[in-house]
């Protein structure tokens, strides 16, 4: 919604990378969330970022790039466990947090 | 309890009914939140509260009514329930009001409107 783009579903195999793309609206930008959600639970959070560059947390990594309006969230060393959605929620002018539809990960063995 | 929480955890309710959601949390947090969550459309915001006693109005406030009454609590009511509310409603908290504040959800409450 509201200008964020994410694609809906995306696989991938146990023990690969893959990479969640998430974009965005430039104009009013005050940063961008990445949130986990398995089936039937609540979201929760995995990353925030504000300034350019990379974050890494251990397995996952978050990356933002400002002026293209592009961020991505980096798995690594993919577990079954890490089937879920992933949710990219963007702060917009307002301070309000817009999200976006979210993307499905199937992992298979 | 540790958290938020959220009552019911699922209701089948009669299009008409009258309805309350509870959601409760233990953090001291200034700001809650409600959201609807559909397939395919993410997380909307219902209505929001930046402390308590105030209340604001989200993407899709229609047909809702909330109440902050203290900082632990923030439930909704559904008024006259329609089957368009048929949904997944997820309550959060978050330590400051700004966006930027990290939000905690509950559990969630699923909601069929028959």
């Known amino acids: 919604g509201q200008n964020i783009d994410q694609p809906t579903e995306m696989t991938a195999t146990e023990g690969a990378i893959v990479q969640i793309n998430c974009t965005y609206q430039?104009?009013?930008?005050?940063?961008l969330f990445w949130y986990q959600q398995h089936a039937g639970e609540a979201p929760t959070f995995l990353s925030y970022?504000?300034l350019d560059g990379l974050e890494e947390k251990g397995r996952f990594s978050s990356f933002l790039s400002r002026s293209k309006g592009y961020s991505y969230l980096l798995l690594k060393e993919l577990q079954m466990k890490d089937s879920a959605s992933y949710l990219c929620?963007?702060?917009?002018?307002?301070?309000?947090?817009?999200w976006g539809a979210g993307t499905k990960l199937i992992i298979k063995p | 309890i540790a958290g938020i929480t959220q009552a019911p955890t699922s209701q089948i309710l009669a299009a008409g009914r009258r309805m309350t959601l509870r959601c409760t949390q233990d953090?001291?947090?200034?700001?809650m939140y409600w959201y609807r969550q559909d397939l395919g459309l993410g997380l909307r915001l219902i209505h929001y509260?930046?402390?308590?006693?105030?209340?604001g109005k989200g993407e899709v406030p229609d047909g809702y009514s909330v109440s902050r009454a203290n900082t632990d609590d923030f439930h909704r009511t559904l008024a006259s329930a329609v089957p368009s509310q048929t949904s997944v409603y997820f309550c959060?908290?978050?330590?400051?009001?700004?966006?930027?504040?990290?939000?905690?959800f509950g559990p969630g409450t699923r909601l069929t409107v028959l």
């Open positions: 959060a908290s978050s330590e400051g009001a700004s966006g930027t504040d990290t939000q905690y």
């Open positions: 953090m001291r947090h200034n700001a």
């Open positions: 509260s930046n402390t308590a006693g105030t209340t």
């Open positions: 430039t104009s009013g930008f005050n940063g």
């Open positions: 970022n504000v």
């Open positions: 929620g963007r702060v917009d002018s307002n301070y309000q947090l817009i």
